[in-house]
């Protein structure tokens, strides 16, 4: 990868604030769609060709580095080498450098552990940020080949697909008449920590960067101070980890002998659904599980890895089992065609860890004015409150509700010891959302700020992603722009007026406004200048736009 064989690489040093980011995400949109149509065509000389040009994309460059330095959580992590990008001068520097690194030789990552919910630690390998972008550019060449080979029962970290589409997979799978009652509820005994190099590396083939990723893997990790190997095991916190284990658990369908249908369902008497590491078998009898656990523990045992023998465990669906958070049971109801129900409910680990979390906030506010309570709570409860109002939580956000007004009335006699509880009542409660005929609403009325209550997000059903769709694949660009376009719901109804005429895509990278990113408005004529806060004076970007734009103004 020598920098003078670069596609579509500028003479000239790299200018962040003036990179055409329309340009850029375009080309690299374009190439994943056409490794794809070639994987689908099984052109495989084609995709190596178009793997190499991937790899040595300046385009690709370009949108790995904004991804790791700008958009990712940890952009502000550094790895071994202590170094994080914060500058557009560094950024560039970083793009320049990339296009002229050689050799490629990887760096151990940093060992740091996070609180996992059954209070052990979980083990994260922070790399640099020079391999966390090298890892970004390779898995835009190795991503979409794999997109077109995964199968549609896996959810985990693949573009396009969420949490959301693998539990109506389990309703799908699970719901009342089912024809497969017997669940196994299955857990990988530390799969990332245990994937055999040599099975994955043999997986990945030919693919042009595989040397790069044989070192990603055998670098190390750094870990109070002293350096130690890897001979197994993908370290967690890479941009490329998740795919690597996708591509390592690739393949559960045909070990189960399962034939999916592409429309949520099986030809066969089993079903799986799988997220990442974590999965469900549906059977239609206990022995019938009892052998996929046999055959299961053969599978992946040819992987390095094993299943927990704590953790997985065969369950009727009248006893329910837990998934990504939510609860997923079949319970009597006499009056119905079938006599069961099928209820999808968040679990009580989920709620116990909402409450504790809820509890030290409201601990850590002691003393606090009432604006800095509101700013630190929000967030919290519109975040659960999303994730789960797909799922049957009415009662539940009700009791949560409850919940939290004893909170709200002891965080206000702790503030105002010597005031009657009327005067309290005055000061905090009130009709302060006016779109709601409420007068316990919790909030500033000095600014009209409020806590959020539970209980206003209404139950959205999911709609499932479709078979193995892929957002790689050019003959589905018009179900999933329409796909991308129904997240508009989650905006204001005023960002929503912005949205439409821009056609959902930010007018600076024109990407989808909802990848992600945050979105903020941006004046056409600045304020400064006499512009007005009017719907033809705004439009909506991303943050990282945003900032361009404005940057650019400022050195014009």
């Known amino acids: 990868m020598q920098a003078q064989l670069l596609a579509n690489r500028p003479t000239a040093q790299t200018d962040w604030q003036r990179v055409n980011w329309r ?65 557009a001068i560094a950024r560039g520097e970083l793009v320049d450098e990339l296009t002229h690194y050689q050799p490629w030789q990887a760096q151990p990552v940093r060992r740091v552990y ?49 949490c959301h589409d693998a539990i109506v997979r389990i309703f799908n799978n699970a719901r009342a008449g089912s024809r497969r009652p017997w669940v196994i509820d299955a857990d990988i005994q530390a799969a990332f920590d245990s994937i055999n190099h040599d099975f994955l590396l043999n997986r990945l083939g030919a693919f042009p960067a595989r040397e790069l990723i044989w070192q990603w893997l055998k670098a190390g990790y750094v870990e109070y101070g002293r350096q130690h190997d890897s001979d197994i095991g993908v370290p967690q916190g890479g941009p490329i980890s998740p795919l690597l284990s996708n591509i390592a658990l690739h393949g559960m369908e045909a070990a189960l002998g399962i034939t999916d249908t592409g ?61 990504l958070g939510f609860n997923c049971r079949q319970y009597k109801t006499p009056r119905t065609p079938t006599g069961w129900t099928l209820l999808i409910t968040p679990s009580r680990k989920s709620l116990q860890r909402l409450r504790e979390r809820l509890r030290q906030e409201w601990f850590k506010l002691k003393g606090y004015p009432i604006g800095i309570v509101i700013n ?69 009325k000095q600014t009209g700020a409020y806590l959020l209550k539970f209980g206003w997000f209404t139950i959205k059903r999911h709609v499932l992603v479709k078979g193995k769709s892929s957002p790689d694949d050019p003959a589905l660009q018009d179900y999933w722009k329409k796909r991308e376009e129904a997240k508009a719901k989650t905006l204001t109804p005023s960002s929503r007026k912005l949205a439409q005429p821009q ?23 600045p304020k400064s200048q006499g512009g007005k806060d009017t719907y033809r004076n705004l439009v909506l970007v991303h943050q990282c736009c945003h900032q361009q734009l404005h940057s650019t103004e400022t050195v014009e």
């Not at 078998?281 to 022995?287: D, G, I, L, P, Y």
Request: aromatic letters at 10%; glycine letters at 6%; one cysteine or more.
């Open 376 to 444: 630190s709570l929000n967030p919290v409860i519109g975040g659960w409150a999303n994730y789960f109002r797909m799922s049957c939580a009415s009662r539940v956000f009700s009791k949560l509700d409850f919940w939290m007004m004893h909170r709200e009335i002891r965080w206000s006699k702790r503030q105002h010891p010597g005031k009657p509880w009327h005067w309290q009542q005055s000061k905090y409660w009130g009709r302060l959302n006016l779109d709601r005929a409420d007068r316990w609403v919790f909030g500033d």
């Open 114 to 162: 996070i609180p996992k919910a059954n209070g052990k630690q979980r083990p994260l390998g922070i790399a640099t940020i020079r391999d966390r972008c090298l890892q970004t550019i390779v898995k835009n060449a190795l991503e979409p080949q794999w997109e077109a080979q995964f199968e549609g029962t896996s959810y985990g970290f693949r573009p396009g697909r969420s």
């Open 23 to 87: 340009k850029a995400n375009r080309t690299v949109r374009n190439l994943r769609r056409r490794i794809f149509r070639a994987t689908t065509e099984a052109n495989y000389s084609k995709v190596r060709s178009l793997q190499k040009l991937m790899l040595r994309c300046y385009s690709n460059i370009l949108v790995s580095v904004r991804r790791v330095t700008q958009l990712n959580a940890g952009k502000n992590t550094p790895g071994v080498d202590k170094i994080v990008v914060k500058t």
């Open 263 to 323: 429309q949520g369902s099986s030809r066969r008497e089993r079903g799986v659904v799988r997220y990442a590491d974590d999965f469900v078998v549906f059977c239609k009898t206990q022995e019938d599980a009892h052998c996929c656990l046999k055959l299961l523990s053969d599978w992946l045992q040819q992987r390095g890895l094993s299943l927990s023998k704590e953790k997985t465990r065969i369950v009727h669906l009248s006893d329910g089992f837990d998934f």
């Open 503 to 525: 056609k959902h895509r930010c007018p600076v990278c024109g990407e989808s406004l909802y990848n992600g990113e945050s979105i903020h408005r941006h004046h056409l004529k």
